[in-house]
Structure formats: structure tokens, C-alpha cells
């Protein structure tokens, strides 16, 4: 698309990211940080690759207190590996699972952080330890003079706040999803199935410009309370709701809100569930600002939604952030207490049961400014849309 940002990012881009990862390793007296997960990896270093959809290989990169990463990966990736700004790059040929890169990662670390090093690793919530337990037991033992801390803060605080040209690529890709939301009028019918119309969607993401659509659920009814489900067979009768929410992507970065529809007609109990959640997300953009916390958001929508007559939400949270991940840090939870500020990409998404059996959620994206949140997707109407 004409109007698209530019893909990747320059070298000074990823520089930022690892000279800030640095001084805050420094601060707590780490001497290296070793990632394994593919988001942590295509952050730091702009590799960027569907192959991490197979489970057979391990990938590492270690960011040193000084200097670029270095990237201790299989064969395969040496290739994609250096049309990075990476120039340390040390392969071995996978899979070996007898010693699946460790030995190399071990020598690697132990020369950035020396004898009796620091080595940060991300062990919080929402992070994982890509590589075989056997094999995390046997890196520990080549480095057993190297301290495991958990470094979840350091790559947490950094990926929650974005870049402009970060934002870009969201705001983009969240235009693309906008224009296709509305578009539904004039792409689904009833009579189709559940398949059909999602394999419509799908494909109408993919013609506007969207790169993948790795996440797409909803479902369609008089009501209904599973929103994640794969589609079915099921025909889309009139009176019915549909409920699309996808994570679509543009150049590894993703949009994540929902739409309703009803065709033909709605309930009085759907639309005024519609007006409801679109009132909570009124009220969770009008106090969003740098300085609130994620609980603030919390109560400020979970107040409309117990007015509306919730019977309630099982979901868990009301939002949370976004980014090269469908869902990242922050979750906006009643307990989550994180401290907002400007920078961070977040979606609203406060959801209600609003009769036995029927769930009504409303999803949008923002971007935290100085002076408020900015759409990035583009405001859902407050009256339910009707398909004719």
C-alpha cells in the first residue's frame, strides 16, 4: 500500500533499544542478558522469520554490557541472521540434540561475562525459556560459575513503550483492520457458515494489505460466551450476532480488537449490551493519561459495566498492551497497578455477560500521548451494526 510505513527499522533503531537494555543491566549489576523467545530475538536484532513456528531448533542471542548482540543460532539462520545489523553470528549444525548449541552458548557467555558472572534472563510473567529443560540443566552446569537473575524488568519496560516508528506499523495495520470491520456489511450474509465468513474476512484482511492474520476467533449466535473458538459449519441465520476479534499483522506488528454485528435484527438485551461496553471504553479513553495505572482503567471501566447490569466477566482483564505480540505487558486487572505512561500501546477491552449464555466485549487500540490516549483503530459505532 502507497500509504504504508516503511518495513524494518533503521540500525539506529535497534542501537537504541540495546544501548537502553545496557545501561539497565549496569544498574543491576548484570553482565550480560541471554534471550531465547522470538519476540526478545526479532527485537534486539530485526531477525524476522516464520521458521520459529518449528519447535526443533533452539535460537540465542546475548546482548553484552557493550557492543552489539551476538547471535549463537543454528546454520539455517545464518543467512537471514546477517541481512541484520548482527556481525557476531555463531551457528552449529542443528538439530545435534546431544548439545543443541550449548556448548557454544556457554563459551559465548562465559567470554561477555567472564568467571563468576551475572547473566540476566527474562523468568517472569509472560516470558518462557525456549529451549529443552534438559538442556537449560546442562548450560547451568557448563556455566557454574555464572548467577541466573531474572531480567523480565529489562525487556519488559522496554517493549511496553514504543518507538514512532513502531507505532506506525500498529497505527497501519490497525487502518487496514478498520477499513475491513467496516466493510463487513457489504462482504457476510446470513446463509453463509461460520467458516465461509471467516474465510472471507481472512481473505479481505489479506487483499487490503495486511501481511498475516496468525489470530482470528469470534463466533456467531443469538448469544454466546466461548469468543476464542475456531469457526464451525454452523449457517448464520437471521437475528444471529457475529463476533470477529483478530490480531492482524503488518511487518511483525499487530492490531487486536473485536466487532459485533447483527443481521437482520438485534435483541434489545444485545444492543443495550453494545451500549454498554461501548460506554465503558468511553469511560476507561476519557481518564487514560500518563499517570493513571492499569487498576485505575480497571475500575473506571468495570464501574459502566456493573451499572449496565454485568452479571459478570470471567476473561480476567479489560486490556493490555500490544505490540509484536497480539498481547503483551501491561494487563489492565484490578491488581495489576502498572503506572501508565505515554508511549505505551494499549487496547481497551471491557466485556459483560449481559443474559445466561451471551457475552458482549468491545476492543479498541490507543497509543498513551502527554495529553490522552490516540485511536489507532477507528471508534466502533455505540448502536450495534445491523448486516441487512
Same mark, same amino acid.
Given at each position: ?14 542501537? =537504541? ?27 534486539? @536484532? ?43 553470528? =555463531?551457528?552449529?549444525? !542443528? ?15 562465559? *567470554? ?13 510473567? *509472560?516470558? $518462557? ?49 478498520? &477499513? ?11 446463509? #453463509? ?13 489479506? =487483499?487490503?494489505?495486511? &501481511? ?18 475456531? %469457526? ?10 457475529? #463476533?470477529?476479534?483478530?490480531? @492482524?499483522?503488518?511487518? +511483525? ?5 473485536? =466487532?459485533?454485528?447483527?443481521? +437482520? ?9 453494545? *451500549? ?43 486490556? $493490555? ?11 489492565? @486487572?484490578?491488581?495489576? &497497578? ?11 477491552? %471491557?466485556?459483560?455477560?449481559? !443474559?445466561?449464555?451471551?457475552? #458482549? ?28
Amino acid at each position: 500500500m502507497s500509504d504504508a510505513p516503511p518495513r524494518g527499522f533503521p540500525v539506529g533503531e535497534y542501537e =537504541r533499544r540495546t544501548a537502553a537494555a545496557q545501561a539497565m543491566l549496569a544498574e543491576r549489576r548484570l553482565d550480560a542478558l541471554l534471550l531465547c523467545t522470538e519476540p526478545e530475538v526479532r527485537y534486539f @536484532t530485526g531477525f524476522d522469520t516464520p521458521f520459529w513456528q518449528s519447535p526443533t531448533r533452539p535460537w540465542f542471542v546475548v546482548v553484552p554490557l557493550e557492543g552489539p548482540p551476538i547471535a549463537v543460532i543454528p546454520g539455517i539462520g545464518a543467512p537471514a541472521m546477517g541481512e541484520t545489523w548482527i556481525r557476531d553470528i =555463531r551457528t552449529w549444525p !542443528a538439530p545435534r540434540p546431544d548439545n543443541d548449541g550449548v556448548s557454544l552458548l556457554a563459551s559465548t557467555l562465559h *567470554e561477555v561475562a567472564g568467571t563468576e558472572g551475572r547473566v540476566g534472563v527474562p523468568m517472569g510473567h *509472560e516470558t $518462557h525459556l525456549r529451549m529443552p529443560l534438559a538442556d537449560w540443566d546442562d548450560l547451568q552446569e557448563a556455566t557454574i560459575d555464572v548467577a541466573y537473575h531474572d531480567a523480565t524488568e529489562v525487556v519488559r519496560s522496554l517493549r511496553m513503550h514504543k518507538s514512532e516508528l513502531e507505532i506506525a506499523k500498529t497505527a497501519h495495520v490497525c487502518g487496514i483492520v478498520s &477499513d475491513a470491520f467496516e466493510g463487513i456489511p457489504g462482504l457476510l450474509s446470513a446463509g #453463509m457458515s461460520e467458516r465461509e465468513a471467516f474465510g472471507a474476512f481472512r481473505i479481505d484482511l489479506l =487483499r487490503r494489505g495486511a &501481511d498475516d492474520v496468525p489470530y482470528l476467533v469470534g463466533a456467531t449466535g443469538p448469544g454466546f460466551v466461548d469468543v476464542i473458538r475456531q %469457526p464451525s459449519d454452523r449457517v448464520i441465520g437471521e437475528g444471529d450476532l457475529l #463476533m470477529f476479534d483478530t490480531g @492482524t499483522v503488518f511487518d +511483525g506488528y499487530f492490531s487486536d480488537f473485536d =466487532r459485533y454485528y447483527a443481521f +437482520g435484527s438485534a435483541d434489545d438485551g444485545a444492543r443495550r449490551a453494545h *451500549e454498554t461496553v461501548w460506554d465503558a471504553t468511553e469511560a476507561g479513553l476519557s481518564m487514560l493519561r500518563p499517570g493513571v495505572t492499569t487498576s485505575d482503567l480497571w475500575a473506571a471501566m468495570a464501574e459502566v459495566l456493573d451499572a449496565g447490569g454485568s452479571l459478570g466477566n470471567d476473561v480476567g482483564r479489560l486490556g $493490555h498492551g500490544l505490540g509484536m505480540q497480539v498481547t503483551e505487558w501491561p494487563s489492565n @486487572t484490578y491488581d495489576d &497497578d502498572t503506572v501508565i505512561t505515554e508511549g505505551m500501546v494499549l487496547t481497551l477491552e %471491557p466485556g459483560l455477560v449481559w !443474559a445466561p449464555g451471551c457475552m #458482549m466485549l468491545h476492543e479498541e487500540n490507543l497509543v498513551v500521548r502527554e495529553d490522552g490516549p490516540e485511536l489507532l483503530s477507528r471508534r466502533a459505532p455505540r448502536e450495534l451494526p445491523i448486516v441487512a
